[in-house]
């Protein structure tokens, strides 16, 4: 399972980087392979590359604001949910998701 994800709280800062290292966490635990952009004070960090997300089973938006170049996620199933659910139950946001692949 491959799972690509973007975090960005309103600040940008301290939820952003909790809800990314709580989805990368949830998808060690399991085995699914992940790549977390973050979109945040710094800007866009941890880009995603457009062969990972063509190659994306799922993709989960952990995002309070709007998501900058969401065109590139086009056609993917995707997850969206506020960083705070992630920060709480990552784990839960990641099954969700990968639900959505059927």
Do not use: W
């Amino acid at each position: 399972m491959k799972v690509v994800a973007v975090t960005a709280c309103i600040s940008g800062i301290a939820h952003t980087y909790m809800a990314k290292s709580g989805i990368e966490n949830a998808c060690k635990a399991i085995g699914a392979s992940c790549h977390v952009e973050t979109q945040g004070a710094m800007g866009i960090e941890d880009r995603i590359p457009q062969d990972e997300i063509d190659a994306a089973d799922v993709v989960i938006f952990a995002v309070d604001t709007t998501v900058t170049e969401r065109d590139r996620f086009e056609g993917k199933k995707v997850l969206e949910v506020g960083t705070s659910e992630c920060v709480k139950d990552a784990a839960g946001v990641v099954a969700r998701a990968i639900e959505l692949v059927g």
